[in-house]
């Protein structure tokens, strides 16, 4: 019987489909930088492009997969991935922006995973930076709420994400200041350890991910840096007043998350 392909992996002149999450190729690299990417044709060369300058002379690879974008993002993965610092991977049996950094994470060749936005959010200096301190602790965390940091966003978004971040934070007994950024540098191995246990509509993964980790003891530290929100493309969670019914169905789904940790586990 043929197996189903699920995933096409591109790196330098190799390929490989797949019809399970694994890493494709036999190499290794310190680092695998994660960039789950949908319709972000304005900004992939871009993000690429810094974080090469950044990791220049580290070993490195950036994971790139995408959810099978309606716009010119796959063919600009297939072009950055000539050079073999670059996996690009294109998944067509689900979706969903968890399940796309989960799935990247498995493929992944990298002994520390650092995953982050791919619409310049995160600063790729900044990801530097938590990749220089990564033997500090089990998980670098940027965080936009602690001092010195900072979040650029039109209103509603900018206090609200604090706001609800807050909330979840004290209901889910998290002691860390940002628990939604999905910024962080961490081991693999020890990422595998994790069980997670719910399925997020968005970014409340990062809830899970944080509890999980604090429940095994692993140490978090969390490093100040300014989010930038998106210049380019459209926003998931919407932005302003217009996407108010948007941004409370995922504010909804955070408090839900929050909820099951603390009374669930």
Known sequence: MKLMVKYIC??????????????????????????PTYNEEKNIGEIVKQLREQFKGESYEIVILDDNSKDKTPKIIDKLAEKSDILAIHRYDKKGYWSAYQDAISLSHGKYILTMDSDLSHPPKT??????NRKKADIISGSRYMKSGGMEAPFFRKYGSEWLNKVCAIIAGLPYTDIAGDFHVMEKSKFNKLKFRYTPVFG????????RAKKLGFSNLEIPFTYKFREEGESAMGSGGADALKLMKFALAYVKMALKLRFIG
């Open 10 to 35: 591109l790196s330098g002149k190799k390929r490989k489909n797949l019809s399970e999450a694994k890493s494709p190729f036999n190499r290794s690299v310190e680092v695998s930088i994660i960039l």
């Open 204 to 211: 409340e993964f990062d809830f899970e991910w944080l509890y």
């Open 127 to 132: 990801a530097f930076f938590l990749y220089q």
